[in-house]
Every structure is written in structure tokens, then in C-alpha cells.
């Protein structure tokens, strides 16, 4: 395929993006604007009630981070100008009919102008409620296809996925498609609208209760674990992203669409500046409660491969897509990922923190510099349920001295040491499918993806996206961990 620049395909083109506050989306819209300011127009759905409150939310989650420091810095005193011209801000809700777009005169205005919509909108909360988790990641696909449908002038839609559809997959995991009825484990019945059925009943049942906002919120979480594990995946984010694949599947009809699946993303590699990340992301939890001396122990198979992407090759290979399916509609699948092309090991993590915040240790609130250790790495789960039976009596006698991190956890009373021990357990269930992770992610079609970019034309200086120019210590001593620190870490 003769891809020809990207720079040129962008140029007077209109894109809708969803999600627009998302850490992806936000990568997105920067690179667009800062590599091609001769865009036609960007229009941003937004969450919001009308413009004004779309607006407060562009000001305070979009362009006011310092993501933004080298548009600025470019563009100088016309950036206010440039974003006034090149943006229009959408107000709506993706799990709504209609993306939830009241105006019908900028309704309009969409249909006729889009090129290209990019579907970033999701939740990403692995224990989110099963209602919400449904109506964004699931129906969120189903209203935007259905938009995407009226839209004169698309091109191509783009739907960002994730690579742990997958579930708890073991060897070489292909990038193929999911029917509308396949589970994970066999289990027959898997339908959709029943699913939603499910949800809106289990919801009428607790109304009918009188159940409290909270007791609901609880309900709908283990609600949603509940029916993923019955269907063979781990998570209800799992799920519901899965769902939102076959939803693709079903109604794509005669539209163009490219699903990439990206694994764990990680903070940027080289664009705009390295190390820009933004949120407690799945392995920086980690970071943030190892590099705060909180972390007592260490769950996993050190010789498990974790694989991790950094955003900016994510955002990279998102708008090479973009351009290869627009010229050249197919129904094809990416994963963006690292652990056939470029492995890392669970282990050299735990390694990479340990030098790190030896090297330069977090300052706490008292200025005082927090010393960290080894952890105890706990290779299986019979390992970790005897670690925690054991500092469970030894709190209840007062006797846990060896670690004082566990102890100001667990400080308080007894039914406060098993409401937290409750927590602990529940965390340790949703993550322990990635901590014992036995797949890897083939990327054959990604890989053909690079070598059509390198020989089509396409500007690969700028649209980077092959994890094997990473150097996994390098990246994680002097990019990673340090803008985790300087973005993340409160």
C-alpha cells in the first residue's frame, strides 16, 4: 500500500474525536495541531451540559497541562486564535442516542464536514459499575456507529479498544476479531440486550429496596464481575470493551473501520517531550505506593512478560491507520504492543523501582526523604494468602513491627482491619490476571503496518511507532519513573 504522507492526508481535513479529555485523546489532539496547524477542523466531544461548561472543562482538562507547553511555546500569542479556529467543542454523552448532541444546526455541520472520527471515549476502571461500564464501552460503540453512519463525507472510523479483550490468554494471542456471540470460556447465551436487561432490572430491584446510592454503586460493581467471570473474562472493563467490539462487528456495515488494541500505555517516549503521562495508570499504582514506602510486598510471576506501550507510539500508530483505512477500507485489527517485538519481564519492574527510588527517593510531606527496600516478591497466590494470614494475626496482637508501611495501613479497629484486608483482596483478584500474564501479543498486522509506512511515503521520523528502538533501562530509570514522579505522584 503507497500510504503518501500523513502530514498531507490531515491537511484540511475535519475529525471527530471522542473521549476528548481521555490521556490518549489529549496526546492526539496536541500531535494533530502541533505537526499539522493546517487541520480544517477539530471538533471535540466533551462530556458537558452545554458549551460553557465544555469549555471550563477544555480550559482545565485539555489545554490547560503542561502537555501543551511546546504548541504554546509555537504558536506564541496567536495559541488562543489558533484553538478558537481550529476547535469546536461538542457537548454531549456518548452513551446516549445521538452522542447526546442537542444542537442540531453543529449536528448538522458534522455530518456534512467529518472525515474522521477517532472513538477514544471509555471507562478504564477495571471495578467501574456494571451500568456504567456497559453504556460507555459498550452502547458508546453502538451510538457512535450509528453516527458514523450519517456522516456524508467519513472516511474512516477508528475505535480504540484494548489488547486484554483477550482476557486471561495464554501463548500467541492473534489479532482477530470477536463474533457477537463468542465468550471466552464456552459459556453459550451471551447477548448484549440481555446484558442491558440485566443492568436495568437489577436497578429497578434496588430502587424498589430503597437501597442507598452507595449500596447501589456496590451492587452494580460485583453486578459486573460477576457477569464477566461468568463469560470467561476477568474484569468488567474487559467486558465491556469486548462487547464493544462485537458491537463493531455487528453493525459496521458498509463503514470503514480499523480497531487498535494498545496493551498497558505507558507515559510518552519521545513526543511532545518524554515522560508526560497523566494518572495513577495500571502500573504506576505500583510506583506510586513502592516509591512512598507503602508497598509491603511484591504479587506476581517475576518471569511473567508485562507488556506496555508508550503513549505517543500509540497516538503515532493510530493516525498511520487512520490514513492507510481511509484510503484502503478493510476490516482489520492492531495490537499495540511490546512483548513479541520488544519482551519485558514483570521482574525487571520491581528491579527498575527499586533503583530508582534508591537513586532518588520521594521527599515526604515532612521534607524527610522515604528510604525503600527489596520487596517480599510473592511468586503465587498461596504465597500471598499466607503472607496476609500471617500480618493479619500478627496486627491483631499487636506484634507486626517488621513493617511499618502494612501496620499504618491497617492501623485501626478490627472491623476496620477487615474492611481494608477486604479491599486488598478485591484489588488483588481484578489485577492478578495481568501479574501472572502467560500471553504475548502477536502484531503481524502492526508490523505489516510499519513496513507500508516505511515504504509509502509516510513521514516515520514523526509517526514513530515500533517498541524495538525502546531500551526498556533506559526508558524506565530516565523517562518513565521521573515523569511519574513530576506528574503523578501527590
Known amino acids: 500500500?503507497?500510504?503518501?504522507?500523513?502530514?498531507?492526508?490531515l491537511e484540511n481535513?475535519?475529525?471527530l474525536i471522542t473521549g476528548a479529555t481521555g490521556f490518549l485523546a489529549k496526546i492526539l489532539l496536541e500531535k494533530i495541531l502541533r505537526v499539522q496547524p493546517n487541520v480544517k477542523k477539530l471538533y471535540l466531544l466533551l462530556r458537558a451540559a452545554d458549551t460553557?461548561?465544555?469549555t471550563h472543562r477544555l480550559h482545565n482538562e485539555i489545554i490547560g497541562k503542561d502537555l501543551f507547553k511546546l504548541l504554546k511555546e509555537k504558536m506564541g500569542a496567536n495559541f488562543n486564535s489558533f484553538l478558537l479556529e481550529k476547535?469546536?467543542?461538542?457537548p454531549g454523552d456518548i452513551s446516549r442516542e445521538g452522542l447526546g448532541l442537542e444542537d442540531y444546526i453543529l449536528r448538522g455541520e458534522i455530518y456534512n464536514q467529518t472525515d474522521v472520527i477517532i472513538n477514544l471515549a471509555a471507562t478504564t476502571n477495571f471495578d467501574e459499575r456494571y451500568d456504567i461500564s456497559l453504556s460507555l464501552n459498550t452502547f458508546g460503540v453502538k451510538y457512535t456507529i450509528d453516527f458514523a453512519k450519517k456522516c456524508t463525507k467519513l472516511k474512516v472510523l477508528v475505535h480504540v479498544s484494548t489488547a486484554y479483550v483477550c482476557g486471561e490468554g495464554e501463548g500467541l494471542i492473534l489479532e482477530k476479531p470477536y463474533d457477537v456471540i463468542d465468550s471466552l470460556n464456552g459459556v453459550l447465551g451471551l447477548d448484549i440486550a440481555v446484558e442491558e436487561k440485566v443492568v436495568l432490572e437489577k436497578l429497578g430491584e434496588l430502587?424498589?429496596?430503597g437501597a442507598t446510592e452507595n449500596e447501589i454503586k456496590m451492587v452494580m460493581k460485583d453486578l459486573g464481575i460477576t457477569r464477566a467471570k461468568k463469560y470467561g473474562w476477568p474484569n468488567t472493563y474487559v467486558f465491556t470493551k469486548a462487547m464493544g467490539e462485537m458491537v463493531v462487528e455487528k453493525l459496521r456495515g458498509n463503514l470503514s473501520v480499523v480497531i487498535l488494541r494498545p496493551s498497558i500505555v505507558t507515559s510518552t517516549f519521545k513526543e511532545p517531550f518524554p515522560g508526560w503521562v497523566e494518572g495513577i495508570r495500571t502500573i504506576d499504582s505500583l510506583a506510586v505506593a513502592y516509591g512512598k514506602g507503602k508497598l509491603a510486598c511484591f504479587l506476581g510471576d517475576p518471569k511473567a512478560l508485562i507488556d506496555v506501550i508508550p503513549a505517543d507510539m500509540v497516538v503515532n500508530a493510530m493516525l498511520v491507520a487512520m490514513v492507510?483505512?481511509?484510503?484502503y477500507p478493510s476490516n482489520t485489527i492492531y495490537h499495540l504492543t511490546s512483548s513479541v517485538r520488544k519482551p519485558i519481564r514483570l521482574g525487571a519492574l520491581q528491579d527498575y523501582g527499586y533503583l530508582y527510588f534508591t537513586a532518588k527517593p520521594w521527599i515526604n510531606k515532612d521534607g524527610k526523604p522515604v528510604k525503600v527496600g527489596k520487596c517480599v516478591v510473592l511468586e503465587n497466590m498461596d504465597s500471598f494468602h499466607r503472607y496476609m494470614f500471617i500480618r493479619y494475626i500478627l496486627l491483631l496482637k499487636g506484634l507486626d513491627l517488621v513493617n511499618t508501611a502494612f501496620c499504618q495501613y491497617f492501623k485501626g479497629t478490627y472491623l476496620d482491619l477487615n474492611r481494608k484486608i477486604q479491599i486488598v483482596m478485591r484489588l488483588v483478584d481484578l489485577y492478578k490476571p495481568y501479574l501472572f500474564f502467560t500471553g504475548a501479543f502477536d502484531d503481524m498486522n502492526t508490523e505489516k503496518l510499519r513496513i507500508s509506512a516505511r515504504q509509502g511515503g509516510v513521514e516515520t521520523d514523526l509517526f514513530y511507532f515500533d517498541p524495538k528502538v525502546i531500551n526498556w533501562d533506559d526508558y524506565f530509570l530516565n523517562t518513565h519513573l521521573p515523569g511519574a514522579v513530576k506528574y503523578i505522584f501527590k
Open 1 to 9: 500500500m503507497e500510504l503518501g504522507s500523513i502530514l498531507h492526508f
Open 13 to 15: 481535513k475535519s475529525i
Open 324 to 327: 492507510t483505512h481511509a484510503n
Open 87 to 90: 476547535l469546536t467543542l461538542v
Open 52 to 54: 460553557e461548561s465544555a
Open 207 to 209: 430502587q424498589k429496596q
